[in-house]
């Protein structure tokens, strides 16, 4: 540590010489728009920034080689950094390709922002990690992307909304498409309104949620092309939230400050709001989602060492605490590597808003989530704060970028228009030789994989994988990680070849295309190949009313009920079917259909469930049987006839004719006086009744005919009369 210090004093003599009359350095929170809009309204020539890049590497030169010396060991244990190299753009933005090449871009050129009326382009590099070649591919839509939100399509083209207006720095309403394949840009669809800091994410559907950036209100890319509000979401929220895909579908909202949302985006959209996540409002912390249903959030706010972790798996997210960073952090980055863990780089310690020459942190830290804790790894050479950006590459390194490009930057001198990889510990082999670890090999994969479906994986270490997982291709600005993902999947192993099995379902991993990475037993990945997730899983349904068997009489009012649902999206409509006959559909829960004035038959039902990108689903049959209308049985007095006398006191035998066309006659009740009084039954055929010491008197005589379908006929009358002793 004595020469560290003896370093730190000569380098600090020499930066004073260099250097200009002191200057403030930034510690008023910037979090706000309208410091924002102060903040980045510095834009250099081309003469001012190699001066800016040399102020910046003569005021740190001292800081850095303390946090080397102090973080030095064997690389297998705390990794290590390559060289500095020096890119043609701040990597303010940057997203990885399909094509594993880095797409990077800043702003407008070398002069200030305020000097230009029009803002027709954007400074863009795509670098080659491979070769270390950079091939310009500059924004030529005549408007100028800077500030921008970005994040992948399904496709994995890379889809940009918003970005800079003026020298006010106001947002625009354009968005943009970037083509990896042939490296060219074009117009997507206005939005409502200018965004300038916006978050892109891409949804179950492979829609693109476009949230923030000055508007209220939510708007949605649709698959198409097309755009539309979410007019029952407005909320403000602060600039670049922190937006993930949950488990349930729906669009989880983790920060930056404390209140922990979720945005359902069907339809006109609707927010539901849980407890705090925590008490901090971590401005310019980061987050990362590194397992299904599970986010790490750190830093932030004062320069915070504080790590949460928040399980969004079931109906309400669950937090809990995890170890802190062994440094505070703002303005960092954290991400998601091959293996699961999550890699922290650069900000600073101090709280300052934006940077802090002084106080800048140089150790990257690694967070395992199997034992919850941080180790220190080795140190940049360079300090990242400010507009810096981290990003995963498909060989398991990590890209680290950018930092500059604001007032208080140039007031303290920061810029960083260079790059560094950080290769991790999990690549060295542990014998202390500083040697590359044997990698696994993935000799064939499939290039498209569809949701819960086998996926081939031809590798020669099958035996020895501990690991499948899909991680999605980063995008990243201001540390904010728009789409990284981890998804582990589930595998078997035989000779020379993995089975996984894709994940289950949209809402665990977007459509789109992602890194699969296998991990051998010691924890080395191999190299990653690209993989698009695809296809839509289809919705359940099943009938729950009437019962199978079920039976009915004609003309027949039959209900039917239906119970569907989506595993990664939303039932848009239920059919319900007789045979192929479509009878009708719901669009909404609980689904049902009334059929009326159904006829005698035998039916096989059905109801076909139909989700939002329209994969459907037909239920199993249920068979019922509508019987024909009951006839009723025909009923008539054959004796005594009409008219007929008796003598006083006799007994009078009742005989009856009744019958049944579509069943049986099951009684027959005779009665006299029109019904008053019930005189007996008989249920057999011939049907009669013998009425004893019948009174005197006219009375007038009938029959009721009862048939098994429960209908009943009664005869027409006989008047008979019985004389007086």
Known sequence: MRVGSAVRVVLAAALLALSPAPVALGHGVVDGRE?????????????????????????????????????????????????????????????????????????VGDNATETYPVHDHTRVTVWDPVTGAQTPAWVDTGFNVFCSGLAHLADGSLFLAGGNLNSQLQGIVQTHIFNPVTNSWSLGQNMAAGRWYPTVTPLRNGEMLIIEGGPNVPEVRTTTGGLRTLGGAALGLPLYPWIDVAPDGRAFYS????????????????????????????????????????????????????ARVIDINGATPHVAATAPMASGRRQHNLTVLADGSVLATGGNSSGASLVDLANGVYAAERWDPATGTWTTLAAEQVTRQYHSTALLLPDGRVVSSGGGICGTCDAVGYLAKNAQVFTPPYLFKRDGSGEPAPRPVIENAPGLATYGAPMQIGTPQAASIGKVSLVRLGAVTHSVNMEQRYVPLSFTASAGELTATAPASANVAPPGVYMLFVVDAGGVPSVARMVTLTGNSAPSVSITQPASGATFTAPAAVGIVASASDPDGTVAKVEFFSGPTKLGEDTTAPFSFDWTGVPAGTYSLTARATDDLGAHTTSAARTVTVSPANSPPTAAITAPADGATFPWHPTITIAAAASDSDGRVVRVEFFRDGGATRLGEDTTAPYSYRWKNAPSGSHMLGIRAYDNGGAVTTSAPVRITVRTR
């Open 35 to 107: 410091a924002h809009l102060a903040e980045d309204s510095a834009v250099h020539d081309a003469a001012a920034e190699p001066r800016l890049a040399a102020r910046t590497r003569t005021a740190t030169a001292a800081d850095a080689a303390v946090a080397a010396a102090a973080t030095a060991g064997d690389e297998h244990v705390v990794g290590q950094w390559g060289p500095v190299m020096d890119w043609p753009v701040v990597g303010v933005h940057v997203a990885l390709l399909p094509n594993g090449k880095v797409l990077a871009y800043d702003s």
């Open 255 to 306: 920060g930056p400050d404390q209140t922990m949302r979720s945005l359902n985006t069907d339809g006109s959209g609707a927010w539901q709001s849980f407890g705090q996540r925590d008490a901090i409002n971590r401005g310019y912390g980061s987050h990362a989602l590194y397992d299904v249903g599970k986010i790490l959030v750190a830093g932030g706010a004062g320069s915070s060492s504080d």
